[in-house]
């Protein structure tokens, strides 16, 4: 279903951006609204801009911004698991699997009760400060000259940027009123949390004051960390990080004009176009990138289907290697066979189904594919042949 889906796609594809390439035109002039262009497929460049002013609730953050994320990471105890399989005298095979665990920052809370490992869960016990989640909001309003821009283009807008944060003392306070319930803090922090705050004091990238009271908030650039030490992480800590995409950029875009926006341009075949780029490019450009993506996409599927189909059959036939093990050197020579047979006759069965859906959409590339296919079946039949 992939393979066949994935054909039918590209061809799809490749035959909306050429239908679009052929009607597009340029804009031109974008510091008026064109009405003559009106439902035509059109090409500008200009700037994009917003005035929104987007919040992050939970930090208390404001920031005149196109968009705005929140990216969250805890300190956590993380699993990891290393398996061996081998030969058992007299068939079969065993399976045994090592569990180790080292602390790391992940993007979400790991649930230590369901280590593996005998007693893991609770000499691994993770725990999270803060329960946070990432976060992104961006603008509704932004404008490209006269026009505005819609949501599924202001989605493809890039050039995100480190935000330098800065909580007042306000938020602050409310942060560690937040954390005083669950979490008892010393009553002198750590001599090099006292000078990571001096530090961050000196630089003037820190709101946070050294006193009892803030000693569990950490600002540091685009950073926040909620934890005692930022050199020295403990399970539980939590850290976030900002980023913007700026209010004010230029861009390039593709897509059908209507009134004072834009909408996606439908193809006869029902495929929707609509692309925006950062920065100054031609449309001969940008649909030269949309036909390497779309190539670029179909080859990947074409492997990730091929693969399958190949690793598939070989689970198929792997009781085969199970009941030829009773020797473990005839089990090793059975599994190679297998796998090559599994491997040859995967790449025929794949360029087959391709081919079929190419002869459903484009016959003449179909039939070499096709042929193809036939030739890999014909070398397997010679194969068996010279095995007798």
Not at 40 to 68: K, M
Not at 283 to 311: D, K, P, Q, Y
Request: charged share 15%.
């Amino acid at each position: 279903m992939l393979l066949w889906w994935n054909e039918g796609n590209f061809v799809k594809t490749q035959t909306a951006l050429n239908e679009a390439e052929a009607v597009v035109t340029e804009l031109g002039d974008i510091s008026s609204v064109n009405q003559a262009s009106h439902g035509q497929l059109v090409h500008a460049t200009g700037t994009a801009a917003t005035e929104d002013v987007l919040e992050d609730p939970f930090f208390g953050l404001s920031v005149n911004a196109i968009r705005l994320e929140r990216a969250i990471e805890f300190y956590q105890w993380v699993e990891d698991s290393k398996s061996e399989t081998r030969e058992k005298l007299g068939g079969g095979q065993e399976t045994i699997t090592t569990y180790t665990y080292r602390k790391d920052w992940v993007t979400s809370p790991v649930d230590s009760s369901k280590f593996v490992a005998p007693n893991a869960s609770v000499e691994h016990k993770n725990t999270a400060l803060a329960n946070i989640e990432k976060f992104t909001v961006q603008a509704t309003n932004v404008s490209f000259g006269a026009y505005r821009l819609p949501k599924f283009l202001v989605d493809s807008m890039g050039g995100s940027e480190s935000l330098s944060v800065g909580l007042s003392e306000e938020v602050i306070a409310k942060l560690n009123q937040q954390f005083a319930p669950s979490v008892s803090p010393p009553a002198t922090p750590p001599a090099s949390t006292q000078g990571m705050l001096q530090f961050e004091e000196e630089e003037k990238e820190s709101t946070v004051a050294m006193s009892p009271s803030s000693q569990w908030v950490h600002v540091s650039g685009g950073t926040v960390y909620l934890g005692h030490n930022p050199g020295q992480p403990s399970i539980g800590d939590v850290r976030a990080t900002f980023k913007r995409t700026p209010p004010e950029g230029t861009v390039s875009l593709i897509a059908k004009l209507n009134g004072d926006t834009f909408e996606s341009f439908v193809a006869s075949n029902g495929k929707s176009i609509g692309m925006l780029s950062m920065g100054t490019h031609s449309a001969e450009n940008m649909f030269a990138s949309a036909h390497a993506s779309n190539s670029m996409m179909t080859w990947i599927l074409r492997i990730v289907g091929i693969l399958l189909v190949c690793f598939s059959l070989n689970m198929l036939f792997a009781p085969l290697q199970v009941f030829a093990s009773v020797v473990p050197f005839l089990g090793k020579l059975v599994g190679v066979g297998m796998g090559l047979f599994s491997l040859l006759f995967g790449v025929a069965w794949s360029l087959m189904i391709i081919a079929l859906a190419w002869l459903f959409y484009r016959p003449l590339m179909g039939i070499i594919i096709l042929a193809a296919a036939v030739g890999l079946i014909a070398l397997l039949y010679s194969k068996r042949s010279s095995g007798k």
